[in-house]
């Protein structure tokens, strides 16, 4: 733990002790003298590993259409692991349905929009990290509620990570990570208004010199788009005008309770 790449590691063993005289060695002289045959070494050289850690955030969980979100990544080349510099990093971005590609900043690096992929063109050094963000717009059709999620993975490295595997995706891997926004679509607050008067000129179009008619009742039938039963009430004003207000999206009835006299 903690030795640089390249570094040779030896192991030597040797007989250190026997009742008998040994013809051609002496066992426990320990002078590291290989020409003798009770003694002999092996050896490994340490390779090139590195350590990936990827962080995935979002500045806002929750959006609405058209606004824009940044998606926020870090990597890191964890220096508690890795003894050597990791070179040929690429990060691919998974950018969701329902949102359109706005802008990227970053700390260094090459960015291809086409493939959505972040190539680090410097090797990032133990201990060192790097910094992107993706701005993204929510595109107008997204329903409400909808939740969307980004994944940004390490997609290539030369060395060996010691903990993950470069290009497969994997979240339960400290190379990948995800962000959730939910969309949240104001609903309209819908009202359904009208008048009842005389029609003295059998035009449809209430007008000043028309008599208004007070205290008529107007009856509100219907289904809403969560297929709810509706069935309201209200009566005109002084100025024959009525009002059905906070109602949702559906298909409804207005039916006038006909004024005795008419």
Request: proline residues 4%; glycine residues 8%.
């Amino acid at each position: 733990d903690g030795l640089s790449a390249g570094t040779m590691i030896v192991n030597t063993a040797q007989v250190t002790a026997a009742n008998e005289d040994d013809v051609d060695s002496t066992p426990g002289n320990d002078d590291g003298d290989q020409s003798e045959d009770d003694e002999s070494s092996a050896k490994v050289t340490v390779g090139a590993l590195i350590d990936l850690e990827l962080t995935k955030t979002v500045a806002t969980p929750v959006v609405t259409v058209g606004d824009r979100v940044r998606w926020n990544i870090e990597i890191t080349n964890n220096e508690e692991n890795a003894n050597a510099a990791a070179t040929g990093v690429v990060v691919t971005d998974l950018v969701p349905d329902g949102v359109t590609v706005f802008g990227v900043t970053k700390s260094s690096g090459l960015f291809d929009f086409d493939t959505m992929s972040w190539t680090l063109t410097e090797p990032l050094e133990p201990g060192a990290t790097e910094t992107l963000t993706i701005v993204t717009i929510v595109d107008s059709d997204v329903t409400n509620g909808t939740m969307l999620t980004n994944v940004a993975f390490v997609s290539a490295a030369n060395e060996t990570d010691v903990d993950s595997t470069p290009g497969d995706a994997d979240l339960s891997e400290d190379d990948a990570d995800d962000a959730k926004v939910t969309v949240e679509v104001p609903q309209p607050e819908l009202m359904l208004s009208g008048y009842s008067y005389v029609d003295t000129n059998n035009d449809g179009i209430f007008q000043d010199i028309e008599l208004p008619l007070m205290g008529v009742e107007i009856v509100l039938t219907g289904t809403d788009v969560d297929g709810n039963d509706v069935n309201e009430s209200t009566f005109t004003n002084i100025d024959g005008f009525y009002k059905f207000n906070d109602l949702a999206p559906g298909t409804y009835t207005v039916m006038q309770m006909q004024p005795l006299q008419f």
